[in-house]
């Protein structure tokens, strides 16, 4: 019997271990996205206590000018609408943030958008506009709904709630979590292909947040994305 605990005890051990190195791992292949790695191509992005950001501007859009992964992820309070608020290229009024992945210019990159108002739910589309790279080019054309294979409800944001939106992405498969709960699982087809940084979004919602995304391997570390702001480079 000793020897049998010994052995049981030795395995717990060893497990343990392996989770222990296992959760470093994962830790250390994030890094924190500072104010000076965000480029902000609409709206502004203010530093806050620690590491953390604010935006509280009816458009926000920016992206993450070092070389990542296409893993990201935000820890936000969500504080409400701002103050003045400003309706979508089509006319729609709506408060959402999101997070952007493979941003190769303003016409063509992938959303994972966390809709507060009028409903609240988690949206994946694809804005895809192949022979066009700038606002004045595509405008608000181009974008598709993207039908999820499995899906989940998204909490309704209250202000003063705390919440974490992580989206990951595998070749054209893509995992979106809240609060490590998977909302949306599917593929986004030939936007797989598109090569960009990823980054952030928001409209009509006042948010303070810290944001991480993935290291990236075989790229140099010191590799810098061009940073072009300005309405024509605002998605």
Known sequence: MKRLNFSLTRTLLISAMLSATFAQAVDGNWFTV???SLCVTEGTIEKAAGDRL?????KMRAFVNAHTSQSVEVHFTYRGPTKKESALGSGEQRRQFGLK??????????????RIDPESKLVVSVKRNPTQHTSAECGNHGYQNIRPRKSADVPHLRPGETHTLHAEMNKAE????????Q????EIGEAA?????VG?????????FTLKAGESEGTHPDHVEAC????????
């Open 34 to 36: 500072l104010r000076g």
């Open 174 to 181: 893509l995992r979106v979590f809240v609060d490590d709960h």
């Open 101 to 114: 992945l493979r941003a190769h210019d303003p016409c063509n990159l992938v959303y994972a958008m966390w």
């Open 183 to 186: 909302v949306w699982e599917g």
């Open 193 to 197: 292909n598109l090569e960009g940084p």
């Open 228 to 235: 072009k702001s300005g309405p024509e480079n605002s998605d």
């Open 200 to 208: 952030i979004r928001s409209d009509n919602a006042s948010l303070d």
């Open 54 to 58: 604010s935006v509280d501007v009816p």
